[in-house]
């Protein structure tokens, strides 16, 4: 019997470059169907370097993909009122399809209330309520960038998720909660794990599929593996010699494994290709 490939990498900057594509295309449609293109706002708020960083690409990737963008950088000294008022101001300009905060906000801002300003048609991060209230109950809606880039990942790899189980660590609000939940809509049985699950290992190696999002090196070793499990790594690390890592150690795991992401280069390209599609949903709705 021949044995399933092991350690096949998942090229997530590929499955990005074509989703970019795609979006580009239905892009320059709607612009042409509508006189003007979609519209994505950033709000940038302080002066965290890798914040900086994150949206310049963002920028960027709007601009390629024939895609308008607002970028409004304020202060860190910005209060908590002036950046509500920014977001209403952004609720109702007909050029905004799109809202984006760059989180993390500096310390005296209350994210929740400020992605709660956020009007549910143009929060294409899907972070407020009214996304996570449509994706439990099964609703279109717009869905969180990184889960949804997750599971283009896995459907990459032709992986029927029907019946598979499913194993999330992590239960964030933004990657391991609706991560799950994309799970069991595609009729995977999940099971949620997090710091405080006794023998994590235990639950890892019953995988079929297995995603990490848990923010800690090495997380997730060779041993917790189950052959042939699709391994999705969504943690952005630093190791003791400075390179980025995910939460899992690839050397030990590509073995095992049947598909892999690397990190850098997997679930990272699929957040932002995700948001500008995303970007494109709330425009044509």
Known sequence: MTQPTRGQRIDGVAVAA???????????????????PPGLAVLLVGDD??????????????????????LDRLPAQTTEAEVLARVA????????????VQMPLPRHIDPGRVIAAIDPR?????????AAGELMTGLPGLRS????????????????????????????HTVGKPMALLLLQADATVTI??????????????????????????TIRGDMVKPGAVVIDVGINRGADGKLCGDVNYAEVA????????????????????????TLDAAER
Request: positive net charge; glycine residues 10%; contains cysteine.
């Open 145 to 172: 960038c990184t889960p949804a880039g997750c599971m283009r990942l896995i459907a990459h790899t032709g992986t029927a998720l029907r019946g598979k189980h499913a194993v999330v660590v992590g239960r964030s």
């Open 122 to 130: 143009k929060d294409v991060d899907g972070y407020t309520v009214q």
């Open 255 to 278: 073995p095992v494994a049947s598909w892999i992401t690397p990190v850098p280069g997997g679930v990272g390209p699929m957040t932002i290709a995700m948001l500008l599609s995303n």
């Open 193 to 218: 794990c997090h710091s405080a699950t006794p023998d994590l290992g235990a639950m890892t190696r019953q995988a079929d599929v297995l995603v990490a999002a848990v923010g800690r090196a090495d």
């Open 49 to 70: 370097p890798a914040s900086a960083v994150y949206v310049r690409n963002k920028v960027r990737a709007c601009a390629e993909a024939g895609i308008a963008s607002f």
């Open 89 to 100: 101001a952004l609720n109702t300009d007909a050029r905004v399809h799109g809202i984006l």
């Open 18 to 36: 074509t989703l970019r594509a795609e979006v580009a295309q239905r892009a320059a449609a709607y612009t042409a169907a509508q006189g003007h």
